[in-house]
């Protein structure tokens, strides 16, 4: 696709930096821009100051007229949009925040015929490198990383990206084009894959970590979330490879899609015979394909890495080990590499560790699921589980349950939110508080005030819920918890 000389409208400025990453790759590609957020500018500072080096003068309160070194007009349109840009556009690139369901501006421009596109579309057509995908609902940035540490064995300098800040898509690409030998490990959220199905091409592999409940809010329904997901593997081919979790209920949805990939499969159970992959039998890791079963990980090792990294970390290694081996990393490496693994930042991370304490920040825990995974790792009598937060028109009555089974009443403290008030309904259909009264606060911080005076030996914070009520997002909760924890414990 040549930009140069284009119009190309971009909606979504957004904070995270994804939006300033495609609006410098545009700009290298000759592209005029328009750049329009529903957000005032104070609001998008952090991104509009990495963007000093534009001569910009403003045309009126919502309206920035820039030029580059080249004298290229870029304009920037605050707090609103014009349906002119909508109109006049030759390209409408979108963020990923941008609702595209019912959504008036961007109909405009589809009715007129104009791409609609995202940086996703714009990363693959443009990339040569070998393409890994990794999405789903839990385990996506934990299984990511991993694979890219296993292959950094065989690539040096391999790391993740894609659904991050620190490696937007657009600000990946010129690195990788200098090392087209380098496969490029992306994290793709269901966001970003809306749109997947615009691409010309397709991951090399593809991986579905899981499916559950998640963002209904925006897709709606699970079947409109699932087929998002599904775009990560609508046009594979029979050469490129599809790896499915055959423990998940909606692994035989996706079958039902028809992929034309190679597929394989990763389970904790024995796999049918005609599957290929990596599974658990009697408790040791093999694998298997047309050609060899072998084990790969031995009872004992595989049983103390659960012991030690949880029962969702042992899928997360499963579906990391298969996609690794598959992209030409050999066994021998990838078992000597599972001793180094690195954990992630804000998913079970502990950022407090006494003898008779531990403190667990686990913000990214977005979603019921997230947040049972972690109860079942840390959950017990003296466990503290702090929660709560905003609805994704999620249902919250199996998270209850495990409260229930893990979580004294004395010991959950709740944040209020829009979500937190349905977690309090699930918990008193099931008679969870007894005579106990619901511990609900208003923020943070007074919150672990009083948590710190009942002598915990575990705080989980595991919110299980989005966070955009009374922060900018998980990560800035989870920084405000670990620079509160630290300042208490």
């Known amino acids: 696709m040549n930009l140069k000389g284009k119009h190309v409208l971009v909606v979504g400025l957004g904070t995270l930096g994804g939006g300033v990453a495609t609006i410098r790759w545009l700009m290298t590609q000759g592209a005029i821009l328009t750049i329009t ?38 304009r920037f349109v605050f707090g609103r949009h014009r349906k002119k840009d909508f109109e006049n556009a030759d390209l409408v690139v979108v963020g990923p925040a941008v609702n595209l369901i ?74 990788l084009q200098k090392h087209e030998e380098m496969p490029a490990v992306l994290e793709l959220s269901s966001f970003q894959l809306e749109l997947g199905d615009r691409a010309l091409k397709a991951p090399d592999i593809a991986i579905i970590t899981n499916l559950y409940q998640d963002h209904l809010n925006r897709h709606k329904t699970m079947r409109n979330y699932a087929l998002a997901k599904a775009n990560v593997f609508k046009k594979q081919t029979l050469n490129q490879i599809l790896a499915l979790n055959k423990d998940n209920e909606w692994t035989g949805f996706f079958l039902k899609q028809k992929p034309k990939s190679n597929i394989f499969f990763f389970s904790q159970k024995s796999l049918p015979k005609n599957a290929k992959g990596i599974y658990v039998e009697k408790g040791s890791v093999k694998f298997k394909d047309e050609k060899v079963t072998k084990i790969i990980i031995p009872k004992t090792r595989f049983s103390a890495f659960k012991k030690s990294w949880g029962e969702h970390n042992a899928q997360n290694l499963l579906g990391s080990l298969l996609v690794s081996y598959l992209s030409g990393i050999p066994w021998n490496l990838l078992i000597k590499a599972i001793d180094s693994l690195p954990s992630i930042p804000y998913r079970e991370e502990i950022i407090v560790k006494k003898k008779n304490l531990i403190v667990i920040n686990d913000t990214t825990a977005t979603s019921p699921e997230g947040g049972i995974a972690a109860i079942r790792r840390f959950g017990g009598k003296n466990t503290v589980l702090i929660a709560g937060g905003t609805d994704k028109n999620l249902e919250y009555n199996l998270w209850a349950r495990e409260v229930k089974n893990y979580i004294e009443p004395p010991n959950l403290f709740l944040l ?25 606060y208003e923020h943070l911080l007074p919150l672990l005030k009083t948590v710190k005076h009942s002598s915990p030996s575990c705080i989980l914070f595991s919110p299980a819920a989005a966070s955009f009520e009374k922060f900018k997002n998980e990560f800035d909760r989870g920084e405000k918890f670990s620079l509160y924890s630290k300042q208490l414990f």
């Open 416 to 440: 209020d939110g829009s979500t937190t008030k349905k977690m309090i309904k699930a918990l008193e259909d099931i008679r969870y508080f007894k005579n106990h009264s619901v511990q609900l």
């Open 102 to 175: 019912n959504n008036t501006f961007i109909t405009i421009s589809r009715k007129k015929g104009i791409p609609v596109i995202n940086d996703l579309t714009l990363f693959l057509e443009n990339v040569k490198n070998p393409v890994i995908a990794v999405t789903g609902t839990r385990g996506k940035t934990t299984t990511t990383t991993w694979i890219a540490r296993f292959l950094s064995t065989k690539h040096k300098g391999v790391r993740a990206s894609g659904n991050s800040s620190n490696d937007a898509l657009l600000k990946l690409l010129p690195r």
């Open 37 to 74: 957020d529903l957000r005032i500018k104070k609001d998008l500072k952090p991104s509009f100051d990495t963007l000093r080096f534009l001569r910009c003068k403003t045309d009126s309160d919502d309206v920035m007229m820039c030029h580059d070194s080249h004298g290229r007009t870029i």
